[in-house]
């Protein structure tokens, strides 16, 4: 059963889906009816160490570095307006290949020139973040981005992380100003 | 206390104020027009399932159908001129009488013969609309619209709708270049 988390909300994923080894992470949301730019939300993966850092630049996963070095972590493509029924922009994380250096993997969501646009998730349509099993489609948990984030414009919606032998899954639900750019920095990304 | 919204934010009405059912929407601006003709702003409200889409063209309330079928939701007059302080059109409606089947209320302000007035949003200023508890006459919440929409010339202010068991408001400020029409036809209105 698929957990729809608010805010600080949490879930294991230990009962929900024992021996979980692939998910999906799908964002969706709706294109603009109204005037004024597109909306062109972003999904992407952090693959995150023992000190809370990127593995290397490589491990963040998003539309301009579609898959990570060892090729578990695989971004399925840009889509800049929402158009297309269910997820908009999938990644494909294989939780089985990753090394054991990789302890936790971060999820964000962000929107494209949200400054320049004056756009945050309460204007977009149904936007939303999910986690599925792979396995069997099933979806784990979920964020309402236009109800719960509504003035946020770039967010971690929750990490996958080690526990033994398992994954677990945590919710944070929390904003970013400034996008993309700070947000990566902030998981240790060389922006050059 | 009234609380004042940023675009795209939201909150709950049933938490700000418990109870209430009956509820006054109140829309004002200033308009400034430098070629002397009329500026007639008027406020609609469109009744909307969860597809976002009315039932019918009766779910559309404006200054000709000012009140829905199940009498939820009633249009208090069309203002021609702006003349008056405070709201200069107001939209009441009763929560507790809006069919089940209806999920979101938008509102909306149109500017009449736009096009042929050569008149659009970019002339409007002040724009606000607020929710006024009807049994004590307070403000419950408010969104003043900041932004320009020079090219438009029809705006969605904000809605209302159902979040669960809960009534919430949420401001949009987004508008449409093309008037009316389009606006009504993405509710599934049809000319």
Do not use: C
């Not at chain 2, 302000?109 to 508890?133: C, K, L, M, S």
């Amino acid at each position: 059963m698929a957990v729809s988390l608010s805010k600080g909300g949490n879930v294991s994923l230990t009962k929900e889906a024992p021996g979980l080894t692939e998910v999906v992470v799908g964002l969706g949301w709706d294109p603009r009816v109204t005037d004024g730019q597109e909306f062109d939300l972003d999904a992407s993966v952090f693959i995150v160490g023992e000190n809370g850092k990127v593995l290397n630049d490589g491990s963040f996963v998003f539309y301009n570095n579609k898959t990570s070095p060892d090729g578990n972590v695989v971004h399925q493509g840009d889509n800049r307006s929402g158009a297309g029924d269910g997820d908009d922009e999938q990644v494909n994380v294989n939780l089985s290949g990753l090394s054991q250096e990789a302890k936790k993997l971060a999820f964000a969501v962000t929107i494209h020139e949200a400054d320049g646009r004056k756009q945050n998730f309460g204007q977009v349509s149904n936007a939303y973040i999910r986690v599925l099993n792979k396995a069997d489609g099933k979806e784990l948990a979920r964020f309402d981005l236009s109800e719960d984030a509504s003035t946020e414009t770039a967010m971690v919606f929750g990490e996958l992380y080690r526990n033994g032998e398992e994954w677990k899954f945590k919710a944070i639900g929390q904003g970013f100003a400034g996008g993309l750019a700070p947000l990566a920095s902030n998981f240790g990304v060389n922006l050059g | 206390m009234a609380l004042s919204l940023s675009k795209g934010g939201n909150l709950s009405l049933s938490k700000e104020a418990p109870g209430m059912t009956k509820v006054l929407v109140g829309l004002g601006w200033d308009a400034r027009s430098t070629d002397g003709q009329d500026f007639d702003l008027d406020a609609s409200a469109f009744l909307l399932k969860a597809d976002g889409k009315v039932r019918a063209d009766s779910d559309f309330i404006f200054y000709n159908q000012l009140k829905s079928v199940d009498g939820s939701v009633e249009h208090t007059g069309d203002n021609r001129t702006g003349e008056g302080d405070g709201d200069d059109e107001a939209i009441k409606v009763d929560l507790s009488k809006v069919p089940a089947d209806i999920d979101r209320i938008a509102f909306t302000v149109t500017i009449h013969e736009a096009d042929a007035r050569r008149q659009n949003f970019g002339q409007v200023r002040n724009a606000f609309i607020r929710i006024v508890n009807q049994d004590n006459n307070s403000e419950v919440a408010r969104y003043d619209l900041a932004e320009d929409a020079s090219t438009e010339t029809a705006m969605i202010f904000a809605e209302l709708y159902r979040n669960g068991a809960e009534w919430k408001f949420r401001a949009v400020g987004q508008g449409f270049a093309g008037g009316l029409k389009p606006l009504a036809e993405s509710y599934g209105l049809k000319f």
